[in-house]
């Protein structure tokens, strides 16, 4: 009876047409369900047998990825109860660590999953680098994974200013202040008092909304760690994850000959 | 110059391949010749223009000015947009009230808080100094028992003259606008900077002498 309605829903157009192929285990249909799937389909449908060895790969650039995911889903979490002004953020910091059910469980999350991509980007690089994976034809690759990195810090130098606490804005009063320095942009820097800078219209003015870390400046880097940096990542991702599969997938032992 | 692209779309069309083998006859139903307009679309050939202007140029350079205009202006606009016109942040001139509220020797600590800025009264006057530490801009204390300023950050040291002596700090702390206002009050502006390095502390406004 159970078997009948079931084979009876796989005949409907709508079973169908969301999954298009049987669970046959041909080499074929096991492809076929790779190529024919949006999310599937970033992987390449044979891999290397060295490539799944994780003392090769450490796994490094997949946890990284899914740490940004984690972040990204726990970050939209936190933005239904977290106000960027200077009146709330602070209060709301603290409403979340102290009053909203399991609002701790989010804001560590989000917290310890920044720490830790933070350190796998590192750790990603230094196995690539290790295993001269940015050698041609890869040295493209690795300019944008040098990119992703500064994002990686980026992001995780803005959102560290959200707590709105002592810490925060003294850490972001301090890092910001390095943009004073900037050659041609910072009105301490190189050429810059020549080109007419001033606190109030060079680089660090810019950042911080400001001449110094003041509400204006919350908002600004809240915009910036929640919109454009993750955008700005995540198209280098998408050119990431697409250079490795165009220039044949993980790099592996030069036997000669292609790897498959 | 102005008639070389001319010549050249010519030359390239020119030539003719020797070894080309004659294309095979047309086949009947192809034989009656069409009448032709002449094409409207291109300039005549004698034209000697460089840009051969007509109404499909014409209309291709204007789409595209107008495109990249609109480009770069809108992108000018957004950087200005960043730049805020008005800033709701703390005037840097204020009063300072009337010099013979200060004692002599004392460092005051009045206006840390609200315009980062000491008045130190000194036997023959005053100077203003700027409570931003010149290691990473951080506000350090007066520790009058040490009679020294000292940065909580990362532990620099200034003498009550503002000259560092001690941890990170590159060059002294700045000093300050300081003069009277009209009215006999202490003028301080914050925006008006004088540095040791460039020996600006003996300069007009550094220092506000005054014996009473």
């Given at each position: 009876?159970l ?5 009876q829903f ?10 298009r ?13 790779i190529v ?14 060295h490539?799944t ?5 450490w796994g490094?650039?997949?946890i ?30 603290k ?10 469980l989010?804001?560590n ?36 994974g ?7 810090l980026l992001l ?21 202040n390095?943009?004073?320095a ?12 020549e080109?007419?800078?001033?606190p ?10 400001g001449?110094e ?25 998408v050119?990431h994850?697409w ?18 | ?19 080309a ?16 307009k002449?094409?409207q ?5 004698e034209?000697?223009?460089i840009w ?15 495109f990249?205009?609109f480009?770069?202006?809108?992108t ?8 805020p016109?008005?800033?709701f942040e703390?005037?840097t ?6 010099p ?8 005051s ?9 000491w008045?130190?009264r ?8 700027v409570s931003?530490?010149?290691?990473l801009g951080c506000t ?6 040490d009679?020294k300023?000292k940065?909580?950050?990362?532990g ?6 503002a000259?560092n002596f ?9 000093r300050?606008y300081?003069g009277?206002?009209?009215d006999g ?16 502390w ?6 506000l002498?005054?014996?009473?």
């Amino acid at each position: 009876m159970l078997t009948q309605l079931r084979d009876q829903f796989r005949k409907t157009d709508v079973y169908k047409s969301i999954f298009r192929h049987s669970y046959q285990d041909t080499q074929r249909n096991r492809a076929l369900q790779i190529v024919d799937n949006v999310f599937l389909h970033l992987h390449p449908v044979r891999v290397p047998r060295h490539a799944t060895n994780l003392g090769y790969t450490w796994g490094m650039g997949g946890i990284t990825f899914l740490l940004f995911i984690v972040l990204t889903i726990t970050g939209v979490i936190l933005m239904f109860y977290y106000r960027p002004t200077a009146q709330y953020a602070y209060e709301d910091m603290k409403y979340l660590m102290n009053d909203v059910p399991f609002g701790p469980l989010m804001r560590n999350m989000h917290r310890w999953a920044a720490h830790a991509m933070v350190l796998t980007v590192m750790l990603h690089m230094f196995r690539v680098f290790l295993t001269g994976s940015y050698k041609p034809p890869r040295q493209f690759n690795w300019v944008v994974g040098v990119l992703l990195l500064v994002l990686t810090l980026l992001l995780s130098f803005s959102g560290y200013l959200l707590p709105w606490d002592q810490l925060a804005i003294w850490a972001v009063t301090v890092g910001t202040n390095m943009a004073r320095a900037t050659p041609l942009l910072g009105h301490e820097g190189p050429f810059g008092p020549e080109l007419g800078l001033r606190p109030d219209n060079d680089v660090r003015f810019v950042l911080l909304g400001g001449t110094e870390v003041g509400p204006p400046t919350l908002l600004r880097f809240y915009v910036g760690h929640c919109i454009f940096l993750p955008l700005i990542a995540v198209i280098f991702m998408v050119v990431h994850f697409w250079r490795v599969r165009k220039d044949g997938g993980i790099s592996g032992p030069d036997t000669g000959k292609k790897n498959f | 110059m102005a008639d070389q692209p001319t010549n050249e779309v010519v030359k390239i069309e020119a030539p003719v391949k020797p070894d080309a083998a004659p294309k095979p006859a047309q086949t009947q139903i192809a034989s009656q010749p069409v009448p032709r307009k002449p094409k409207q679309d291109r300039a005549p050939e004698e034209d000697p223009g460089i840009w051969r202007m007509n109404r499909r140029n014409a209309l291709w350079v204007g789409g595209w000015l107008a495109f990249f205009g609109f480009i770069l202006t809108s992108t000018v606009g957004a950087l200005r947009y960043m730049f805020p016109r008005v800033l709701f942040e703390p005037p840097t001139k204020f009063k300072a009230g009337f010099p013979f509220d200060y004692v002599v020797g004392e460092v005051s600590e009045k206006y840390k808080d609200e315009k980062r800025v000491w008045i130190v009264r000194e036997k023959d006057g005053f100077y203003a100094i700027v409570s931003i530490c010149t290691h990473l801009g951080c506000t350090p204390r007066w520790l009058p028992s040490d009679n020294k300023f000292k940065c909580p950050c990362h532990g620099s040291g200034f003498y009550k003259s503002a000259i560092n002596f001690e941890g990170p700090a590159p060059r002294p702390l700045e000093r300050a606008y300081i003069g009277l206002a009209d009215d006999g009050q202490i003028e301080i502006d914050r925006s008006v900077k004088f540095l040791y390095e460039k020996g600006e502390w003996g300069k007009q406004g550094s220092f506000l002498a005054y014996k009473g």
